[in-house]
């Protein structure tokens, strides 16, 4: 009997990770599920996607600290290796620059990009052993358009579009694919303390995304539909950008 294929999402107690681990139990993955602190979300979540008739691993630590990553990964890679790796991790310090503080720029960058080359450096020699892979990297719309106070998170955010397409060129030779979501106003806590009602105006579409807007694209990502797609940065923000 064949093991269902294992999602690994990064930062899905709530908000976009959240809604991308429940679409992607929904498809039939059985769910590693990270978060950092929010326990009474992480086990909400567990239970929806249990649900669906799918497994779902909490695995409590901070993907910016290394030796914490690879601590509670090694046991279980010896064992398992994700199809599906979805690096959501991911928060704001917002501050114009002349402001902000060197903790603020470090956090964030920290969290977003040593985030995922922690991640991505435990679970790729696995994948690519198997010649078998996808990764998904989340994004923002922040990296492509400046916004005022989020020079640390539009910076996270960009770099980790050239991390996608770098890799992408590296491991494609082994079927392992990677791309990256790029969101943009969607109806989470990150939008909190946002003029919503301004913003709103300047959407095409005139309204905020929802989380499963963006948890759409990733299942699709995770598919046999996606298999001749890699290195490329899809948009879901409404027209904005």
């Not at 498809?27 to 086990?43: H, K, M, V």
């Not at 779902?56 to 509670?72: H, P």
């Not at 046991?75 to 199809?83: A, D, I, M």
């Not at 397409?165 to 303390?193: C, F, H, Q, W």
């Amino acid at each position: 009997m064949q093991e269902n294929k294992i999602a690994f999402v990064t930062g899905a107690s709530k908000g976009i990770g959240a809604a991308i681990a429940k679409a992607l139990a929904r498809d039939g993955f059985d769910i590693w599920l990270n978060y950092r602190s929010s326990d009474d979300e992480a086990n909400k979540v567990k239970a929806e996607i249990e649900s669906f008739g799918r497994q779902c691993l909490l695995l409590k630590f901070d993907v910016a600290n290394y030796e914490e990553t690879e601590k509670i990964l090694s046991p279980l890679l010896e064992k398992q290796t994700p199809f599906a790796v979805v690096n959501n991790a991911g928060f704001r310090k917002d501050a114009l620059l002349i402001w902000m503080k060197r903790e603020e720029w470090k956090d964030v960058i920290s969290v977003t990009l040593d985030g995922y080359f922690n991640i991505v450096k435990n679970v790729l020699p696995f994948m690519l052993r198997k010649r078998e892979g996808r990764i998904i990297n989340i994004t923002s719309a922040s990296a492509h358009s400046g916004v005022p106070g989020q020079g640390n998170y539009s910076a996270a955010k960009a770099g980790l579009i050239g991390a996608t397409r770098s890799l992408a060129v590296e491991v494609a030779k082994r079927n392992v694919l990677v791309n990256a979501i790029s969101p943009g106003y969607i109806e989470t806590e990150m939008l909190d303390n946002l003029p919503m009602e301004q913003i709103v105006k300047n959407i095409p579409l005139g309204k905020a995304g929802k989380p499963e807007d963006v948890a759409e694209m990733a299942a699709f990502l995770a598919s046999e539909k996606a298999g001749y797609i890699t290195g490329q940065v899809f948009q879901i923000n409404g027209g904005i950008f």
